[in-house]
Structures are given as C-alpha cells and as structure tokens.
C-alpha cells in the first residue's frame, strides 16, 4: 500500500485530473472542501466540488504535470505550493491551448490520513 504523503497525494490528483476521475478526485478531498477556480465563486462543499469537476469535464479535457516546489507540514495541516504545465483540449471547439497554473494546496490530516481541504488556482499563462 502506498503511504499516504502530501507528494502521494498530489501525484493521484494529477492522475485523476488527467483521467477525468471525479469519484478519485473527491476521495482526495477532506470532509469539508472548498475548490477556488479562477474566475469563479469558491465552491463550498462535497457536492459543490463535484458539480464544479463534473463542468470542467464537461468541456475541456486536461493534459498536465504538477511540480512540487514547496511542502510544509505543522502538526495535522500542510500546504503545498505547485504549478502545472501541459495542455487543454476545449471541448466545444476542438482546440487545443497551452495550460499553465501556480496552485495552492492546503491539507488538513482526517484519521491519519493527508486530504485537500482547500485548493486555488490562478492561470500563469494569461490569454490576450
């Protein structure tokens, strides 16, 4: 069994990410998550998170890689500072685009385990 680490986690969510895998996405997340997308209201809660995957899925498909750059841990909380580089496929017009996001992750510990109990993001890569 693979032990459950910030960095565990984080290489499973850009798998899931990748995969469209709410299901695997959301066992990620903690108890009470907030997701905070860019140009978008903060999205408070279990279902709230997943109606959130469930547009992005509907209408891009990602290609990207996290780099870890910092993970600090005190006690039962962590955060983690990333950025994801690769590529967005645009559902609805059948484009591809360069992807590329600074992410904040914080973690709080539930039953000895590493979950996501917040995450934002913010494009590095602004379109004209």
């Given at each position: 069994m693979k032990t459950n680490t910030i960095q565990s986690v984080l290489e499973s969510y850009e798998t899931a990410l990748n995969s469209?895998?709410?299901?695997?996405?959301l066992g990620l997340?903690?108890?009470?998550?907030?997701?905070?997308p860019?140009?978008?209201?903060?999205?408070i809660g279990r279902e709230a998170v997943r109606a959130g995957y469930e547009q992005v899925f509907n209408?891009?498909?990602?290609?990207?890689?996290f780099d870890i750059h910092e993970v600090q841990e005190a006690?039962?909380?962590?955060?983690?500072?990333?950025?994801?580089?690769?590529?967005?496929?645009?559902?609805?017009?059948?484009?591809?685009v360069?992807?590329?996001?600074?992410?904040?992750?914080?973690?709080?510990?539930?039953?000895?385990?590493?979950k996501i109990h917040r995450y934002l993001f913010a494009t590095n890569q602004p379109h004209a």
């Open positions: 469209n895998d709410i299901e695997t996405i997340f903690g108890s009470e998550p907030v997701f905070m860019q140009h978008a209201p903060a999205l209408t891009i498909k990602l290609s990207v890689h006690g039962d909380w962590a955060w983690a500072r990333t950025s994801s580089a690769g590529r967005t496929r645009i559902l609805a017009a059948g484009i591809e360069q992807e590329g996001n600074n992410e904040l992750f914080i973690f709080r510990r539930e039953n000895f385990v590493w």
